[in-house]
């Protein structure tokens, strides 16, 4: 184990040893009280900058996809055609396909916003990011009610747990109508196909949810198609921006 690992190791033992650690009622009061109003400024930021961005489309995907990757180059395309079709474009503003989406965006001359979350490794603001349109974050949960709330639409490229939280948060919300019934298009058939058959073999077959409940997700292969599934539902039901 290198001296790295080592030290990772001991700090994630810690975080679990304070967990079961006994406080007292003023610290708990002090620390909690303190979070709160980080919570409160970090939701008053991000409504402040968000509220005024129009129209946007958020791109999620995986941190670790390099620029010579197809899906990298995907999510470019994707990102520029969103813009020359009236679109901002929302990331994680990270590396990856955030970058990829915030390049593509910025390069059309778009407006490219970044919700950076703050973390240990991988996690860094890219450099497409309008300056007036990148936003930090401690807090994930903060930083999503961001991205669903003022986007209207998702595409979900390739990626990690992190992909598959935003994905499924975003499913969860309309699919339980606390959100409108906005697009959510995964790009990729080989990457998402097998996950798509679990849904469908296991989840749907166990009554966990509803056939129709596929009706949420489009699975697409191209920049194109997966830009033409936003554009459709918009001109099918000449829905206007949830802000």
Not at 39 to 50: C, L, N, R, T
Not at 189 to 209: C, F, H, Q, R, S
Request: proline share 5%; net charge negative; hydrophobic share 40%.
């Amino acid at each position: 184990m290198t001296e790295r690992e080592s030290e990772k190791l001991l700090k994630e033992e810690d975080k679990i040893k304070r967990a079961f650690v006994d406080h007292t009622w003023a610290e708990i009061r002090s620390e909690e009280s303190w979070r709160v109003f980080k919570i409160m400024s970090e939701f008053v930021e991000g409504i402040d900058k968000m509220a005024k961005i129009g129209p946007c489309v958020s791109i999620f995907g995986s941190a670790r996809t390099k620029p010579d990757n197809p899906y990298y180059i995907m999510a470019e395309e994707i990102a520029a055609k969103l813009v020359r079709h009236g679109y901002g474009v929302i990331t994680g503003g990270g590396p990856g396909i955030m970058e990829a989406g915030n390049k593509g965006a910025k390069l059309q001359g778009g407006k490219s916003v970044g919700l950076n979350i703050e973390l240990p490794f991988e996690q860094h603001p890219n450099p497409y990011i309008d300056n007036d349109k990148s936003i930090n974050f401690d807090f994930f949960f903060v930083r999503k009610v961001m991205f669903v709330k003022y986007s209207q639409g998702f595409i979900i490229m390739p990626g990690g747990f992190g992909t598959l939280d935003e994905m499924f948060e975003s499913l969860t919300l309309i699919q339980t109508h606390k959100l409108g019934r906005f697009p959510v298009v995964l790009v990729g058939k080989e990457y998402w196909g097998g996950l798509l058959d679990w849904i469908k073999t296991t989840m749907v077959n166990a009554g966990n949810i509803n056939p129709d409940d596929l009706d949420l997700i489009s699975l697409v292969d191209n920049p194109t198609d997966a830009v033409r599934v936003i554009d459709d539902f918009y001109s099918k039901y000449l829905l206007k921006p949830n802000f």
